[in-house]
């Protein structure tokens, strides 16, 4: 009810409990985050933090990878 209420489509949200979040990838990295955290007990791999960060911000690192300094 609350992702139609947000402006997502049933077929949305039932890909989002699905995990197969392919239709936007800001939601998509968010969704990690949050489903890493709730399984891990608070804690996030660096790699998924860093993934995420990237895709929200599109500030990237100019290699296009995912580790290291940027």
Excluded: H, Y
Aim: with cysteine; aromatic share 4%; proline share 3%.
């Amino acid at each position: 009810m609350a992702g139609t209420a947000a402006g997502l489509s049933e077929d949305e949200t039932v890909a989002i409990r699905e995990n197969r979040v392919d239709f936007d990838p800001k939601l998509a990295a968010l969704l990690a985050v949050a489903r890493e955290a709730t399984g891990n007990v608070g804690e996030v791999d660096d790699q998924t933090w860093q993934s995420a960060s990237c895709t929200a911000t599109r500030r990237c690192p100019a290699d296009g990878s995912l580790s290291g300094d940027w």
